[in-house]
């Protein structure tokens, strides 16, 4: 028995040969449901099996690789994250995880002492939006949070999401047995997604919260009318309505982030300016909003904020705040403080650089926050870019995060 | 012999008749170049020949008819519009102005003595952007300003301009034909499209000037980047960029209409934000801008102005002024002042309101400017709207516009 280290070029092998199952005409796609998805999971499977985990799919549709630990009845560790992408994505969004976990199982296996408690690798189902427009279904059915709503929605195919978790090897009749209650902790490794670990040059990101996201609609109607013949002081511009809400939104966003209270974001990121003639004065402006926060009253205070620069805007713009809708809302998941200190100490004695950092996308490990103690390493990432093909993270920074997880899962594992 | 005078019920029938010439699924349509524009143009060439009017379709494919002059050599005086329509627009919009100017002919014929001077009755060939995308066919044919480019641009049928003008009896062979040196006066009475006179509740709208369009592409190329990751002030956010730029248009041309130099408006009709997702910092953003006055300066001083607006919100939003591109450009038209004051002259001798108002439209009159001294007669509508089913100007608006188009054009011949 020796103990237990992670092989960086094995581990970056893995990353480019999962990278390199795309679909060919579009690097790097492999959506969840689809043949590449498939593949990329029989591939996963294989190198699971290959270092000796036990392989199965849950009723869920999740991919569990596991070993049994040495002392019977103790919850499992478990680590991952998911292997689908976005269209023309990226190698490391959730690959990165499901691959360093896959290395961390192995390092642990082929040290020749199992842990103490049972290890679980996990490529979590469908975390990116996929044809049935849910996000993380599979980490939602493992936590109890698959709705019988969610399985009867359709793809453009018109197969519901239970047709496809059942193509993937699950059971929708059967997603009780997906829910776990004895898993110890979880640690899901991600890239950044985000300029500041590169920007600062740290090499971990101890994720402290996962951004709550509330997405609402909102919609001015006034009057469309003759772009010529209409003078200023009597147009009714719902655009200008929109152009002035947009400003509100960056500055107030930009205020709360600056007084420092939480992580603060908000984006506008759908403008439907109407009808959209050059020579039309608008008369209906429609946006969408993507507020964030790891805490969650700062998200309220966003949103009651806005409603009342909306209500101002309306009156400026002589037109109507015709709508103000919540499309959608998650609220923030805190990471267990535990885990953040062990993740922290094991960066530390690894001789590598750490830092606080809230996560502002959505991640499974969200999910996972609910049902045990749950938290996240990232790593940088080039640019903080995501779902694109030019997504990037060295090798070496890839190792640093690997490795930081093998030294938590096995301080988790002394100390549990 | 009587003293002209129009028939206010006759002129309202031949109004509504025109108008029910239609596609019957999508009230008020009547192309350009599409058999129900053949239909109404057959029926005002019956209307005409009834009168008296000799017809005839000219090179560019304008429906004319004409009655001599009893003094040999003497310039014309015309009086037109267009009897084409937008899709699903409205009944007056152009249709006044030719069914005006057919009503004034056929009062004067009635009353058995010709004018001095030529009359003409002119329904201008696709004042509104038709299929070619090319507005003012007719008046552009009229005036020598209709190009090579012009003739060789193709409908989505594939047929060329060229194809259309010959298909409604025109000679594109022989544009020069069509070219006018012998019009003395034109005068074109139209719909206001706008809200003043009938807010104002006032009779007539003597036009000052037909308004010069300028329209201008902004662009502003940032990073797209994920909406949960990038921090606020990070951002490269070109939504941001282009909402600050579509405030200074508004306040801006707010600022030059209230300084009264002259009449101006600007409008950004067409807002695109890419790539338009939800959970995506804008990456480009692209504004049409329409800016329009009677003052040609005051068009450059507002581009030169938004020009400076525009670098400064780029460096505000850490985004690229990529584009800021004229579009078309047309300089103001001014009507004839001694036309004007004939104008004036007649409605205050018909004891009606009148008002001098610039044109934010553009109409035919701009082209003929060129050529002759040219002027137009508006006349309220119903809350300004055009192009909709919901245009409406009253039997009594109506009437009182031609009435104060035939004693122009018995002025003008009494003076000429």
């Known amino acids: 028995m020796t103990r237990p280290g992670i092989d960086a070029d094995r581990l970056w092998g893995d990353m480019m040969a999962l990278g390199g199952i795309t679909e060919p005409d579009r690097p790097y796609t492999r959506r969840a449901f689809s043949p590449m998805f498939a593949a990329g999971r029989a591939f996963l499977a294989e190198r699971m099996r290959d270092a000796g985990l036990s392989v199965r799919i849950d009723a869920a549709g999740n991919l569990i690789g596991r070993i049994e630990g040495a002392i019977p009845g103790l919850p499992a560790i478990a680590m991952g994250s998911h292997s689908d992408t976005v269209p023309s994505g990226g190698r490391f969004d959730g690959i990165a995880g499901v691959i360093a976990a896959l290395e961390v199982a192995r390092a642990i296996a082929e040290a020749g002492a199992p842990l103490r408690h049972p290890l679980e690798v996990i490529d979590f189902l469908a975390e990116e939006p996929s044809d049935f427009g849910i996000s993380c279904i599979g980490s939602r059915g493992m936590t109890g949070r698959l709705s019988a709503e969610m399985l009867a929605a359709t793809a453009p195919s018109g197969h519901s999401l239970a047709d496809g978790i059942s193509d993937v090897g699950g059971d929708p009749d059967r997603l009780d047995e997906a829910v776990r209650t004895d898993i110890g902790a979880f640690l899901e490794l991600h890239i950044e997604q985000g300029p500041v670990l590169e920007a600062e040059g740290i090499d971990i990101g101890i994720v402290t919260a996962i951004a709550g996201i509330r997405r609402i609609e909102i919609e001015f109607a006034g009057q469309a009318a003759h772009a010529g013949t209409v003078p200023m002081h009597l147009r009714r511009d719902a655009g200008y309505a929109g152009a002035l809400a947009m400003i509100a939104v960056r500055e107030r966003a930009e205020a709360m982030a600056a007084a420092g209270l939480g992580y603060v974001v908000a984006t506008v990121g759908i403008v439907d300016v109407r009808p959209g003639g050059s020579n039309v004065v608008p008369g209906r402006c429609r946006l969408v909003v993507d507020a964030r926060s790891d805490v969650l009253a700062l998200i309220d205070a966003f949103m009651e904020g806005l409603r009342a620069d909306c209500v101002a805007v309306a009156a400026k713009a002589k037109v109507e705040l015709a709508g103000f809708r919540t499309l959608s809302d998650g609220v923030p998941a805190i990471c267990a403080p535990a885990l953040r200190q062990a993740i922290g100490a094991a960066a530390d004695g690894l ?63 002394g100390d549990g």
Chains 1, 2 share one sequence.
Request: net charge negative; hydrophobic share 50%.
């Open 351 to 413: 001789g590598l650089s750490a830092v606080d950092i809230a996560s502002g996308a959505g991640h499974d490990c969200a999910f996972l926050a609910a049902i045990c103690p749950a938290a996240m390493i990232f790593i940088p990432c080039l640019r903080g870019m995501s779902h694109t093909p030019e997504e990037y993270a060295t090798e070496a920074q890839l190792a640093a995060g690997t490795a930081t997880l093998l030294e938590t899962v096995l301080a988790l594992d």
